[in-house]
DNA sequence: CTTGACTATGCACGAAATTGCACGAATCCT
DNA sequence: AGGATTCGTGCAATTTCGTGCATAGTCAAG
């Protein structure tokens, strides 16, 4: 396979197609087929094959970005509401009384934050402006904000002003959201920054929770966090298969099953 | 015929919906079918399966946020919406790229925050994480976010932490919201940790802007931010007669009229 | 060198989707 | 109550999608 007759790779083709994407938010598959003097078939083709890798989100006309790396975060939070929800509320669960807790960033997390008993008196520090906004209507819980550079794309503040904040403070408990949930690959996310900020409060927290929603079960991304044996607690959507639990409860994590 | 070529595909068309819906707590159906440019028809058909999808609540000419959290602070952002939006308006109008500003939280200032120019580079820091997450969506601008515990009141971050690390940041201006504007009461909030992180913020600034809607001018609130002459502009929504206006031009300050 | 398998691309055609328009009904404002 | 706006549905025009198929070029084996 060398050379299609316009002097393009497929690979070529589909990294424009991506670049384009990364570039401008969107495609359209008529523009892309116009500027690389293409039929649209090949385009749709491409964009099907990129869907199918989950490198894009199709839609009529062209394809957005679907790779959580640039899908913006309203469009993140309709990706699959009721398991979110559902691990936010399981894990909402796990506060008691007192105690101080870590809630990371991410709409799992603020999920965790819209279901914490309306009673429940304790503390929440995050680097997350979203979740101190959702707490702003809770009427016990008190809410300390780790300050820091904005990372706008999960709404989370990092740097070392941030890393400095988390080491004066203990918790009990840190809710902890990743991209990816691997046996082996471990705790992963997308940001090398959000990986060290994620690193530091678990290192000054006794427990970490992982709040994991059906999708990140299995994969793994390109900045790891911790190996999963360094947490205690997963909260998962659904049950996994025998074969695929016991992967993680030999490496000592309780796997807490969300409905 | 073009429409679909017209650059917008339907879902990017469906997030812009929710988008202005999540900036403006209300979505108008003509008016978008107008700053797209296309028929009410459309519109109102994606209205329709949005609100089938559960993301916002169809009304009569438009929509509104599905979730009542959103919907309980958008309706306090609508206490007098045009008075803020022209404040922050005309605030936003005075950061020259490259400055490094304080936003203070309120309201008005998140009018401010969403009326910065697509385009502008500049640094805001803000200890509202209301400020924070209304700048998200900003290509350009740079978000610095001062922890601190929260206030739920104002939605913004107080005490020892906060006047810390605001002492490390010199910035170019403040634009200050305040509850009172009176000439000799001076410029007064209702809370005293409020009131200091405000002195802490002026302190560090090279100018200071009261952002003043309508009903402060005049008001007077229980704890004293500043007296009226230590700022240099203070921002109001319309015009005041004469007398009004000599007793603060009296006093050094400039009076910038939103419209 | 020839032949067969394979891939990539373009074209055709029916199906599906999107959009604007028309018209009557429902709703809102004055 | 009356006028105006908005809503919902049906319909037509256009675009886009997916699949099947033909063509051209490449690779590997004989």
Same mark, same amino acid.
């Given at each position: 396979m060398q050379?299609?007759r316009c002097g393009?790779?497929?690979q070529?083709?589909?990294?424009?197609? &991506?670049?384009? &994407? *990364?570039?401008?938010?969107?495609?359209?598959?008529? $523009?892309?087929?116009?500027t690389l003097?293409?039929?649209e078939d090949?385009?749709?083709r491409?964009?099907r094959?990129?869907?199918?890798?989950?490198?894009?989100?199709r839609?009529h006309? +062209?394809?957005?970005p679907?790779?959580p790396?640039?899908?913006?975060f309203?469009g993140?939070?309709?990706?699959?509401?009721?398991?979110?929800i559902?691990?936010?509320?399981?894990?909402?669960? &796990?506060?008691r009384p +007192?105690?101080v807790?870590?809630v990371?960033g991410?709409?799992t997390?603020? *999920?965790l934050a819209r279901?914490?008993p309306?009673?429940?008196?304790?503390t929440?520090?995050?680097?997350?402006p979203? %979740?101190a @906004?959702a707490?702003?209507?809770?009427?016990t819980v008190e809410v300390? &904000? %780790?300050g820091?550079?904005l990372?706008k794309?999960s709404i989370?503040?990092?740097g070392? $002003? $941030?890393?400095?904040?988390i080491a004066? %403070?203990?918790?009990?408990?840190?809710?902890?959201?990743?991209?990816g @949930?691997?046996?082996?690959?471990g705790?992963t996310?997308g940001d090398?920054?959000e990986?060290?900020?994620?690193?530091?409060l678990?290192? *000054?927290?006794?427990?970490?929770?992982?709040l $994991?929603s059906?999708e990140? %079960? +299995?994969a793994?991304s390109r900045?790891?966090?911790?190996?999963?044996?360094?947490?205690?607690?997963i909260v998962?959507?659904?049950?996994?298969?025998q074969?695929?639990?016991?992967?993680?409860?030999a490496l000592? @994590?309780?796997?807490?099953?969300?409905?």
């Amino acid at each position: 396979m060398q050379w299609c007759r316009c002097g393009m790779l497929t690979q070529e083709r589909k990294a424009h197609i &991506l670049a384009v &994407l *990364q570039r401008e938010g969107r495609v359209v598959a008529k $523009a892309v087929s116009q500027t690389l003097g293409l039929s649209e078939d090949t385009i749709r083709r491409d964009l099907r094959e990129l869907a199918a890798e989950g490198r894009l989100q199709r839609v009529h006309g +062209g394809a957005l970005p679907a790779s959580p790396a640039l899908a913006d975060f309203a469009g993140r939070t309709k990706v699959s509401p009721e398991g979110k929800i559902a691990v936010g509320r399981a894990a909402a669960a &796990l506060v008691r009384p +007192g105690q101080v807790v870590f809630v990371d960033g991410g709409t799992t997390a603020v *999920q965790l934050a819209r279901h914490l008993p309306p009673d429940l008196r304790a503390t929440v520090v995050t680097h997350s402006p979203s %979740i101190a @906004v959702a707490l702003v209507d809770h009427p016990t819980v008190e809410v300390e &904000l %780790i300050g820091g550079r904005l990372f706008k794309h999960s709404i989370v503040t990092t740097g070392a $002003a $941030a890393i400095e904040a988390i080491a004066r %403070i203990r918790a009990d408990l840190f809710f902890m959201g990743v991209t990816g @949930v691997h046996p082996e690959a471990g705790l992963t996310t997308g940001d090398a920054e959000e990986a060290a900020v994620k690193r530091a409060l678990a290192r *000054q927290s006794a427990e970490t929770v992982v709040l $994991a929603s059906a999708e990140k %079960i +299995g994969a793994a991304s390109r900045y790891l966090v911790l190996p999963v044996a360094e947490v205690s607690t997963i909260v998962i959507e659904s049950r996994l298969p025998q074969v695929a639990a016991s992967a993680y409860t030999a490496l000592g @994590v309780r796997l807490l099953t969300a409905k």
